[in-house]
T-cell receptor, first 116, second 118 residues
Framework: DQQVKQNSPSLSVQEGRISILNCDYT??????FLWYKKYPAEGPTFLISISSIKDKNEDGRFTVFLNKSAKHLSLHIVPSQPGDSAVYFC???????????????FGKGTKLSVKP | GAVVSQHPSWVICKSGTSVKIECRSLDFQATTMFWYRQFPKQSLMLMAT?????????EQGVEKDKFLINHASLTLSTLTVTSAHPEDSSFYIC??????????????FGDGTRLSIL
């Protein structure tokens, strides 16, 4: 049973427009959410995170929104650039519970292509 | 900051060989390191959690005698795939979480090791 779901395997966006990547989760104990970006043959790079006490976190072109009631989070990239083309993974953990529950659970990723 | 180095990046070896993969946190101390495995077009699957100075905690279905983990210092964890077989061929990635007073800390990943067993 997948606890973190990224239902769109791919997304194509024009340069300069907004990219919106979505993620849904099922475990209500999750309290920390992260987005990672991954290029082929490289490890994931941490992008941005959000704690469950917030509903928005912004860092430059990247904004993460959290809707706890819907168990949904999204990553907005604006404006999108060709260099943003990569696979984006959503991850979640239940940090306040510690132990193995603090481990990251990853979605399957969404491949973003930003076209010039 | 927060750089994790993983070595080697690619290994090709014969069936029956044991392969050691190193994961180092270069500019921070990590009491906890994680080992993941990724199959093509799948998400990262956690194999085990490595805590400095203690035994690793393995996820269900991961053979601890097959995948030996050692976390000898605050900056180094190793994964040894013992007597590797073709089905062990995969992309292995480590990550490390910085030791701080804050509870919410991201994991920082190495670049992964592509293991191919012939």
């Amino acid at each position: 049973d997948q606890q973190v779901k990224q239902n769109s395997p791919s997304l194509s966006v024009q340069e300069g427009r907004i990219s919106i990547l979505n993620c849904d989760y099922t475990n209500s104990m999750f309290d920390y959410f992260l987005w990672y970006k991954k290029y082929p043959a490289e490890g994931p790079t941490f992008l941005i995170s959000i704690s469950s006490i917030k509903d928005k976190n912004e860092d430059g072109r990247f904004t993460v929104f959290l809707n706890k009631s819907a168990k949904h989070l999204s990553l907005h990239i604006v404006p999108s650039q060709p260099g943003d083309s990569a696979v984006y993974f959503c991850a979640a953990s239940a940090q306040r519970y510690g132990g193995s529950q603090g481990n990251l659970i990853f979605g399957k990723g969404t491949k973003l292509s930003v076209k010039p | 900051g927060a750089v994790v180095s993983q070595h080697p990046s690619w290994v090709i070896c014969k069936s029956g060989t044991s392969v050691k993969i190193e994961c180092r946190s270069l500019d921070f101390q990590a009491t906890t390191m994680f080992w993941y495995r990724q199959f093509p077009k799948q998400s990262l699957m956690l194999m085990a959690t490595s805590n400095e100075g203690s035994k690793a905690t393995y996820e269900q279905g991961v053979e601890k005698d097959k995948f030996l983990i050692n976390h000898a210092s605050l900056t180094l964890s190793t994964l040894t795939v013992t007597s590797a077989h073709p089905e062990d061929s995969s992309f292995y990635i480590c990550s490390a979480r910085e030791r701080t007073a804050y509870s919410n800390q991201p994991q920082h990943f190495g670049d992964g090791t592509r293991l191919s067993i012939l």
